[in-house]
């Protein structure tokens, strides 16, 4: 199997930064360097320095496509494969294919073409990215209905942005290097303004920032740097779920603020040593209030808070820790330093921040829980206790040995034996038992100074004693391993209960599963990993790479196959999570099952929603179609057969016509060939707008220009209609043939639905950047449930007209409204009747 291609990516914050020039120059590098390049498909837009530099690069002929009686052009990936280059130079990333291409996007036929181990050189604007679509049409006003998902971008190999100011490209336009002369007033007055283009640059220049920001930590995870890199400001809060939360977050937020394009993130770790724990309800506010201020919530588990906290910022390359003053007394604090001291001593380069509070002065308001698990630092006191005390104890009761008994020195040594198996645990308790019975024997027992015992009693005693020290020491050790169970157990419902508080809210995003699983579980890389099509279940291809494929990953280099992971959870037949990092407890994988049978219900819900995707066109291409049979068979036969009839009857012979009735049967053909005519048009101006394919040609318009020709097709219905535009309108961003359609449909709808003997008025005026057209009638009007219903196309509300059009005009209408940027409103008209309102840019 031939290795998959390398994909480089040219970002620009709009047309005419450059992308494509310098995608070809660097085509032309390649050449030079004796590399085999290929020009895929490139878009020069007439721009003439761009065309020069296609001279003498081979060029794949595109392949031609014919759809709805269209001719069009597309990639032709089967050639390119085909041809094999070692480079593919391929424009505009997010294209549309025409339907009935190989693939419905460009991105699928380049990603058809990586596999087949082909590198790709592309290009993309940053308005195209789906995370940014809506942004960048707040910005501009101008919807972009052609997206790229963000993922595919980041997948790239390396993603290069081309820069420029908005100076300086509007220089370029300018002077013609962007578009042709007669569009260039009307770019610059709306989309290319100032404003727009500097927010266009910066959305550019952060997405960009976020993609350096992934390459550099899988840098650092592939080559083990732990220490923190200060290449931008992350700021990480802790949170315990105490009531000083919210003040450490809002804290934490303001001093991200400080620094432009900061993180916030918050984490919570989850202490495996204990059952204390937090409050979840308290957790789930200040994640509400992290998420509310832009930040992000994360969850570990750890033994070592400190540690756990220190790991996570490294991990995260994080160079500021914010936390909460202790809220312990004074005398917890003289004999444990605390969290916080603890991590401000082992933080290293990272900045920490103790936020004062008022709940610090309080104290802790919770109940103190016994902590029976075995630290280390119980495990010693045990072993000091065993070694130093049994010598202490054996000092102290020989001064008194005229006047205690044996029975009454083997109680003290017993209850010193329990004190240490309290303390340490089992094996601290057996040497104090053992060296107890030692010291016993040869200081107290008699004869005394050697190890001889000629009383049975004394000898039964002594096997007591140890017998009891084990057993109260097998007890605390029991003890300790169910405690530790118990809070391993409660850690692990905590860590899924934020699984499942993560799906409902409906961030089951397999990479977004991947990166909590590789948190949670302190690992360095998590991969979801298929099998091939094809590819056997055999065993020996556990450790093939070939018959695996990666589907998502986070953190360091990806394990190619489960052979090379450290540790892999079997999803089902062809999927596997693959991790790095170290091996787990049997207690983990158990959680770590759930994360995976989790992600692959994420993988599959995406799959599905992707199939959906596709099939919508389908879908509704079939429903247009349906449509479109139901209304030739119907509402065209009603113009044909008039006009049918007209021309039949002027064609016999046998009837003498007189020159009225004559020029009465050729005005109703005529009339009904006009109907004819508009519908069929309507008919092919919808496909169009469906296929996405109208052409658009906006320019500065006058409406006072547009008006009167609308009002002429209307032919006879003309006379119902009266206007009222203002002196002095400025001008719009328009089509002005398209405009003019509009207008047409407009108000043949509005003048077919009112009274007979009312008028239709139709007035404009400008609302700051705006010009807004008014359609009144005086008809029966739409209830406003309603009003989006109208615009569906094959409709008309009530069906009371069967023979009136095909219930396209108003669908139409904003179609073609919204296509030149702007938008049509239904409203009530003050007294009775529909008002349409056009709302269109000033130039």
Same mark, same amino acid.
């Given at each position: ?86 480079? %593919? ?20 036929? /380049? ?499 992707? %199939? ?93 220009? /547009? ?26 961003? %328009? ?12 108000? %043949? ?95």
């Amino acid at each position: 199997m031939s290795s998959r291609g390398r994909l480089r990516v040219y970002l620009g914050a709009a047309p005419g930064v450059g992308k494509t020039y310098a995608m070809l120059g660097e085509g032309r590098r390649a050449l030079q360097r004796g590399r085999d390049v290929v020009v895929g498909l490139v878009e020069t837009h007439g721009r003439p320095r761009t065309a020069a530099l296609l001279e003498g690069m081979e060029v794949i002929p595109r392949r031609t496509l014919t759809h709805r009686g269209a001719t069009f052009t597309e990639l032709d990936t089967e050639a390119v494969i085909a041809r094999a280059p070692k480079v %593919a130079l391929i424009d505009e990333l997010a294209h549309t294919n025409v339907p009935g291409s190989r693939n419905v996007k460009r991105w699928q036929d /380049i990603d058809e073409i990586l596999d087949a181990g082909i590198d790709v050189i592309s290009t993309v604007n940053v308005q195209h990215l789906e995370s940014v679509n809506d942004v960048v049409r707040e910005i501009t006003g101008v919807p972009q209905r052609e997206t790229v998902p963000d993922e595919v971008v980041r997948r790239a190999d390396q993603v290069e942005l081309v820069d420029m100011s908005p100076e300086a490209l509007r220089r370029r336009m300018a002077h013609g290097n962007v578009y042709a002369p007669e569009k260039v007033d009307a770019a610059m007055a709306n989309y290319f303004r100032v404003g727009n283009l500097t927010a266009l640059r910066e959305l550019a220049l952060l997405w960009v920032a976020g993609k350096v920001d992934d390459q550099l930590d899988r840098y650092r995870a592939d080559h083990g740097i732990a220490g923190t890199w200060e290449t931008r400001e992350r700021v990480v809060v802790a949170l315990t779920g105490g009531p000083e939360g919210d003040t450490l977050v809002r804290r934490a937020a303001r001093i991200a603020a400080r620094s432009k394009g900061a993180d916030l993130l918050a984490v919570h770790v989850t202490s495996a040593d204990g059952l204390a724990g937090a409050d979840p309800a308290s957790l789930a506010r200040q994640r509400t209030l992290v998420e509310s201020l832009g930040g992000t919530y994360h969850q570990v588990v750890g033994d070592d808070v400190p540690r756990a906290l220190l790991d996570f910022a490294r991990g995260v390359n994080a160079t500021q820790l914010v936390l909460g003053a202790s809220r312990r007394g004074r005398f917890a604090q003289v004999l444990s330093r605390g969290v916080g001291v603890e991590t401000t001593a082992r933080s290293g380069s990272i900045d920490v921040h103790m936020i004062t509070h008022e709940e610090a002065k309080r104290g802790r308001r919770r109940p103190v829980r016994s902590r029976t698990a075995l630290t280390r630092a119980r495990q010693l006191t045990g072993w000091a206790l065993a070694v130093a005390g049994m010598p202490l104890l054996t000092f102290a009761l020989s001064a008194f040995r005229d006047v205690l008994s044996l029975t009454s020195e083997i109680l003290f040594f017993l209850c010193l034996t329990v004190g240490v198996a309290l303390a340490g645990g089992m094996w601290p308790a057996i040497t104090a038992a053992v060296g107890g019975s030692l010291l016993l024997n040869w200081f107290f027992t008699p004869p005394t100074g050697e190890f001889t015992i000629h009383d049975p009693e004394n000898l039964f005693a002594l096997a007591v004693f140890v017998l009891v020290a084990v057993a109260v020491s097998t007890i605390v050790d029991i003890a300790a391993r169910r405690t530790r169970q118990a809070a391993r157990a409660s850690a692990d419902a905590e860590l899924l209960s934020t699984l499942a508080g993560h799906v409902l809210r409906g961030e089951a995003a397999v990479p977004s599963l991947l990166e909590r699983m590789r948190e949670a579980f302190g690992l360095t890389t998590v991969t979801l990993l298929e099998r091939q099509p094809g590819a056997a279940r055999a065993p020996d291809h556990q450790d093939d790479p070939d018959a695996w494929r990666i589907v998502a990953s986070t953190g360091g280099a990806p394990a190619t196959c489960p052979g090379r992971a450290d540790t892999d959870v079997v999803v089902d037949d062809d999927l596997i999570v693959a991790a790095r990092g170290g091996p787990l407890e049997a207690a983990d994988r158990a959680v770590l099952e759930a994360f995976a049978a989790e992600t692959a219900v994420a993988l599959r819900q995406q799959r599905l929603q992707e %199939a959906a995707e596709r099939a919508r066109p389908l879908a509704e291409a079939d429903r247009m179609r349906t449509a479109l049979l139901a209304a030739v068979s119907h509402d065209l036969r009603t113009p044909l057969a008039s006009a049918k009839a007209a021309v039949e009857s002027l064609a016999n012979t046998e009837i003498a016509w007189s020159d009225a009735d004559r020029a009465e049967l050729l005005a109703t053909a005529a009339e009904s060939l006009d109907r004819l005519a508009r519908l069929v048009d309507n008919l092919l101006d919808m496909s169009r707008l469906q296929a996405g394919v109208l052409g658009v040609h906006q320019q500065p318009t006058a409406v006072q220009e /547009i008006l009167p020709r609308a009002v002429d097709d209307l032919g006879p219905l003309r006379d119902r209609v009266d206007a009222d535009l203002p002196p002095g309108l400025p001008d719009i961003l %328009a089509d002005p043939a398209l405009l003019e359609r509009v207008l047409a449909n407009l108000m %043949a709808n509005a003048v077919r639905f009112s009274p007979p003997g009312e008028r239709v008025t139709v007035s404009a005026s400008g609302h700051g950047d705006r010009v807004e057209i008014r359609v009144v009638d005086r008809g029966p009007g739409i209830p406003p449930e309603a009003h989006d219903r109208v615009f569906q196309p094959f409709q008309r509300l009530g069906d009371r007209d069967n023979h009136s059009g095909v219930g396209l005009g108003l669908a139409l209408s904003r179609g073609l409204t919204e296509a030149m940027g702007g938008t049509l409103v239904p409203e009530e008209t003050p007294g009775g009747g529909l008002t349409m309102t056009v709302t269109l840019s000033i130039c």
